[in-house]
């Protein structure tokens, strides 16, 4: 049997590191918002004949220095360009560029996304998540309500809710730091990439979570709860790292073989599920035996 929970202090030293690193990314470079939360144009092109490849429509609005500039492929020949800017003027630019260059293009639609609505869209995100780690943290405190030995119920939630800010932590952190230095944005599909993170991570903590309360229930009341947690994190640990396993390798395929509307998002869950794990064994489990070793501790 492994001693899982012999290694804790290499665990905490690890995840506070990255947390503090991710921390300090965020403080001095914040993430490269795209025009979901900074404002700008989309504008659908359809296209007389075959529709042409996004790199040569890229290279035709090159010379206009367009921020966030993404193009989508859409159905009827149509392509999706998105960009940074409201400015009419640019848009008139823009629409003289592919007009020059594919003469029998014509423009489908032009919306505005309104920098107004995206600053609220940011904070309702931010929001989303705190919120969802809150209710998680109660709704875990109140299941194992019948387990407040020799842990209180309520360090259960506290302990989950924990590991996942960290699991969201650390992914925010890795995004400010690609969006720093290879100019990855991030917009609606990275928040429901988090959103989807916490609902990951707390399953797989919950799994570990359960087999303890199973074998505090049915053990002695003179086992250590450290042995009785490390028990419970070694009968449920190939379980975790098959089912993250069998998770990453399809979210691996959609990140080499999917199309760039999706490869962000499929690698905030990549990072995001790899730390869940990680958390799951190391960081939520261990704050229950540290809690109650504090306990004893101030008791005595």
């Known amino acids: 049997m492994l001693n899982i929970i012999s290694k804790t202090k290499y665990a905490y030293i690890f995840s506070i590191a990255l947390s503090v690193l991710s921390i300090l990314s965020l403080a001095v470079w914040g993430l490269k918002y795209d025009i979901d939360f900074t404002g700008g144009t989309r504008m659908a092109v359809k296209f007389a004949d075959e529709i042409p490849a996004k790199n040569e429509v890229a290279a035709t609005l090159e010379s206009l220095n367009l921020n966030s500039l993404t193009l989508q492929n859409s159905e009827n020949n149509t392509i999706v360009i998105r960009y940074a800017s409201e400015d009419d003027n640019v848009n008139d630019e823009v629409w003289k560029a592919i007009v020059g260059k ?16 995206s600053g609220e869209l940011k904070s309702k995100s931010l929001s989303a998540i705190v919120l969802a780690i809150a209710v998680i943290m109660a709704y875990i405190a109140w299941a194992f ?19 996942l800010a960290h699991d969201i932590l650390i992914t925010t952190g890795v995004f ?10 991030v917009g609606i599909p990275f928040i429901a990439a ?5 609902g990951f991570s707390v399953h797989d903590t919950i799994v570990v979570y359960d087999r303890t309360r199973e074998n505090l229930l049915r053990g002695s009341n003179k086992e250590d709860f450290a042995d009785v947690v490390n028990k419970s994190l070694n009968e449920t640990l190939v379980r975790s790292i098959n089912t993250s396993m069998t998770v990453i390798i399809t979210l691996l395929a959609i990140y080499f ?22 958390s799951s064994i190391f960081i939520a489990s261990a704050l229950l035996v540290t809690s109650h070793e504090l306990t004893i501790r101030y008791k005595r």
């Open 102 to 117: 594919y003469g029998q293009a014509t423009q489908s639609s032009v919306d505005f996304i309104n920098s107004t609505v």
């Open 145 to 163: 309500r019948k387990v407040s030995r020799p842990v209180e119920s309520w360090k259960y939630g506290a302990g989950a809710a924990i590991a």
């Open 176 to 185: 400010s730091i690609l969006g720093h230095f290879y100019g990855i944005e």
């Open 194 to 198: 988090l959103l989807t993170i916490l």
């Open 257 to 278: 073989f999917g199309g760039v509307a999706i490869k962000y998002f499929a690698l905030a869950l990549l990072v995001g599920i790899a730390f869940g794990t990680y």
